[in-house]
Structures are given as C-alpha cells and as structure tokens.
C-alpha cells in the first residue's frame, strides 16, 4: 500500500467528512469518527449535538487527538520529490508498537481500513496479534451495541477473520469472545450492510471449522445457538448464489451436530429445507455446494419435522435430489440415496404415496439399481435396497 505523494490524489481517509479538506489537526468525536478540529468545533458551537456522518447522539463532546492519522498525514504530505513514496504499512508497524497510542486512535475508521486491506503475509499481523488493549477493543468495536459504522464493523470482523487464520491461540480467543455474545454477533448475520453479512459468516465459519471434539461437547451447553441457526438460514436466502453458500453450510452443518433435536428444529421452523431445495434447483450450484446442500438435507431428514417439510414439497425435492445421485461424488450418492430412503421408507404421512409417485416418475428405481452396482458403503447399497424391495409389489404377479 504505497502511495505517491506528489501531485497524488489525497486519500479518502485524509479527508474531514465536513469538509472533504485535508485534515491537519485530526480529532477523534466520541462516536469515534475522526474530523478536523476546526471543522467539527464549528459545528458543535453550532448547537449540534449529533455525529455528522452516524447522525448518532453524542455522549460527549469531548475531542481526542488523532496522532496516528495525523503522523499518516504528516509523512504523505512531507515528501518534495515526486519519486518519494510513504508505505503506510511501515507508519502502522511503528505505531502499533507504540504503547502511547490510544486505542480510540487505532479504532479510529482509517486505520481499521487501512489495515483490514493489508494482505495476510504482511509482517504487520503478528504485532497486531501481540497487542492485547488493541484487539479487546477490536473485539467490543464488533459485539457493540451501540450504533457503529458498518464500514468499520466490516473492516474489524476483516481483521478478525485474517489473525484467526493465521494464529490458532487467537482463533480460540475469538471464539470464546463471539461465543459469549452470541445474540449479538448473531445480529451481524442480518446486518443492513452486505460486506458486513459477508465478512461475520466468514469468520463464524473459520471459528466453526476449528473447533476440537471437546469443543463439540461444550456447546451442548451453550445457550443462544438457535439465534446463529436463524441468522444463517436468513443469510441463506439473500446469498443463495456462487460460493457465497458454502461458508453458510458448513456453519450450518457444525451447528446442527452440537445440539441435534433443537437446532434441527429451528432450522427447519426458519424455512431452511424449501431454501436447500431452492439452492439446487434455481441457483446451478458447484458440485461441492450440492454436497454439502445434500448432506444438511440429510441431516435434517433425520428428524420427522424434517422429513415432513420435504414431503410437502416433493414434487421439487425427490426429483433435485435424485438428480444428484451417482453425478457428483461418492459422499452426494450416499446423501442422496438416505434422504430417499428416509423419505419413502421411514417416512408416513397422509402425503406418502404422492412421494412414492415423484420417485418413480424421477427414475428413482433405475438410479437405485444402479447404485448397487457402485462403488458406495454397505449401509447405501442397503438402503437402495430397501427402496427396490418397497417398490416390488409393480413386477410381482397377479
């Protein structure tokens, strides 16, 4: 990130949000938007008692000094020669080693942009992680309750996401820290900001993805899980495209298998099986997306209530989900195979024989004859069985 600093264009974040001057005295304002000192004090001593950009009530007008940007500022604008160049990963290197700095200056919106944007290899990211005031504040600049801005809510959770894939001690720090406010990081899920939906599941799933079998155990105990459960069916239905699914399932798929007959219901209640079946019928997803749809399909057919809600919508589901049988990989053949059994088999209901319609209008008996022949386990070949031996009574003899 290194910038010109002769005839350049100045950067955003050099610039008063009143103003859009380059700011010589920046000043931090309580709801932690930084301005120039002039500008700001202008329109306090106008009788203004709200944020300019937030629009949030101030607690105080109180003006904090923002070193940080001003030494940004300063060193961009030093320079004479239009060679020079000032790389502003250095500037944040030596600050962030400066135990002087307030925090309410790193938290400052520029820096959190500045530094969620530098790549994962930077050297920068281990000082980061060694400072303890730093990332508490991190941590409460993401769980607030209080209005944030949500570039800066985006930029934290960025920066959040990046030192829990590159430390695993910091991984279970976020965790225990996300975990203990579960309603309100389940809030981020449903944020009104894209990035910020976007960036809270990414980091949901590295905390989901790196938790041990002890782990597991704990969050049996853990209350608040359904709150995640809604959020991410919710984030399901607005991000049921590309590769933006697949964090959302494995979430998912994690949840599920911590408290099984709860969660499964509140996923179900929230709509998830018309979604999955959405997911593989309208979106075209990859065959790794399809897996993992298959496999929570499965996991919910594991319940009644669950294989209920794909009765009711049979005449989409059998046909999307044998459509995936023997196609994919071994795991979506075996998924598959299950929810039918589960379906036909397991399943009685008033609707049953309008779901053993779907299944032999989709082709269901030659699929399953065919997954006899593959290369599956014991227990697929089993159920396939099962579903051939429900079905002789069509080439018994009278």
């Given at each position: 990130?290194?910038?010109?600093?002769?005839?350049?264009?100045?950067?955003?974040?050099?610039?008063?949000?009143?103003?859009?001057?380059?700011?010589?005295?920046?000043?931090?304002?309580?709801?932690?938007?930084?301005?120039?000192?002039?500008?700001?004090?202008?329109?306090?001593?106008?009788?203004?008692?709200?944020?300019?950009?937030?629009?949030?009530?101030?607690?105080?007008?109180?003006?904090?000094?923002?070193?940080?940007?001003?030494?940004?500022?300063?060193?961009?604008?030093?320079?004479?020669?239009?060679?020079?160049?000032?790389?502003?990963?250095?500037?944040?290197?030596?600050?962030?080693?400066?135990?002087?700095?307030?925090?309410?200056?790193?938290?400052?919106?520029?820096?959190?942009?500045?530094?969620?944007?530098?790549?994962?290899?930077?050297?920068?990211?281990?000082?980061?992680?060694?400072?303890?005031?730093?990332?508490?504040?991190?941590?409460?600049?993401?769980?607030?309750?209080?209005?944030?801005?949500?570039?800066?809510?985006?930029?934290?959770?960025?920066?959040?996401?990046?030192?829990?894939?590159?430390?695993?001690?910091?991984?279970?720090?976020?965790?225990?820290?996300c975990f203990d406010s579960l309603?309100r990081f389940a809030r981020l899920?449903?944020?009104?900001?894209?990035?910020?939906?976007?960036?809270?599941?990414?980091?949901?799933?590295?905390?989901?993805?790196?938790?041990?079998?002890?782990?597991?155990?704990?969050?049996?105990?853990?209350?608040?899980?359904?709150?995640?459960?809604?959020?991410?069916?919710?984030?399901?239905?607005?991000?049921?495209?590309?590769?933006?699914?697949?964090?959302?399932?494995?979430?998912?798929?994690?949840?599920?298998?911590?408290?099984?007959?709860?969660?499964?219901?509140?996923?179900?209640?929230?709509?998830?099986?018309?979604?999955?079946?959405?997911?593989?019928?309208?979106?075209?997803?990859?065959?790794?997306?399809?897996?993992?749809?298959?496999?929570?399909?499965?996991?919910?057919?594991?319940?009644?209530?669950?294989?209920?809600?794909?009765?009711?919508?049979?005449?989409?589901?059998?046909?999307?989900?044998?459509?995936?049988?023997?196609?994919?990989?071994?795991?979506?053949?075996?998924?598959?195979?299950?929810?039918?059994?589960?379906?036909?088999?397991?399943?009685?209901?008033?609707?049953?024989?309008?779901?053993?319609?779907?299944?032999?209008?989709?082709?269901?008996?030659?699929?399953?004859?065919?997954?006899?022949?593959?290369?599956?386990?014991?227990?697929?070949?089993?159920?396939?069985?099962?579903?051939?031996?429900?079905?002789?009574?069509?080439?018994?003899?009278?």
């Open positions: 990130m290194r910038l010109p600093v002769k005839n350049a264009e100045i950067p955003p974040y050099f610039r008063c949000p009143i103003s859009f001057e380059l700011m010589e005295d920046p000043v931090i304002l309580s709801s932690g938007i930084t301005y120039e000192r002039s500008s700001i004090q202008k329109w306090l001593l106008d009788g203004n008692r709200a944020c300019p950009v937030t629009r949030q009530a101030l607690g105080s007008c109180e003006l904090i000094p923002n070193s940080t940007l001003k030494q940004l500022i300063k060193s961009w604008s030093a320079s004479s020669n239009e060679e020079a160049i000032i790389s502003l990963e250095e500037v944040l290197c030596r600050e962030i080693d400066t135990s002087s700095v307030a925090i309410a200056e790193l938290l400052d919106s520029s820096f959190l942009l500045a530094l969620s944007k530098l790549p994962s290899g930077d050297s920068i990211w281990e000082r980061v992680g060694d400072h303890d005031e730093f990332l508490e504040a991190l941590f409460a600049t993401v769980l607030a309750e209080r209005a944030i801005q949500e570039e800066d809510q985006a930029a934290a959770l960025s920066i959040l996401h990046t030192l829990c894939k590159l430390d695993a001690k910091f991984t279970r720090r976020a965790f225990a820290a309603k899920l449903t944020s009104s900001s894209k990035t910020v939906r976007t960036n809270a599941a990414s980091l949901l799933e590295t905390l989901l993805s790196s938790l041990s079998a002890h782990d597991h155990r704990q969050m049996r105990d853990i209350d608040g899980l359904d709150a995640l459960i809604q959020g991410l069916v919710w984030l399901l239905a607005k991000n049921t495209t590309g590769d933006q699914a697949s964090p959302l399932l494995k979430s998912l798929l994690v949840l599920l298998a911590t408290q099984p007959t709860k969660l499964k219901l509140r996923a179900i209640e929230c709509g998830s099986p018309k979604l999955l079946i959405d997911l593989l019928i309208e979106q075209q997803p990859t065959g790794v997306i399809k897996q993992q749809t298959l496999e929570l399909l499965r996991t919910l057919c594991c319940c009644a209530e669950g294989r209920e809600a794909l009765a009711v919508d049979h005449a989409r589901a059998v046909p999307a989900i044998l459509g995936c049988v023997l196609k994919i990989s071994t795991q979506a053949t075996e998924h598959g195979t299950f929810i039918a059994w589960a379906l036909i088999v397991c399943h009685h209901s008033v609707g049953s024989h309008a779901v053993e319609d779907s299944f032999l209008e989709a082709g269901g008996l030659s699929t399953m004859v065919m997954v006899l022949q593959c290369d599956c386990s014991v227990s697929t070949k089993h159920r396939a069985g099962g579903l051939l031996k429900h079905f002789s009574w069509l080439w018994k003899t009278p």
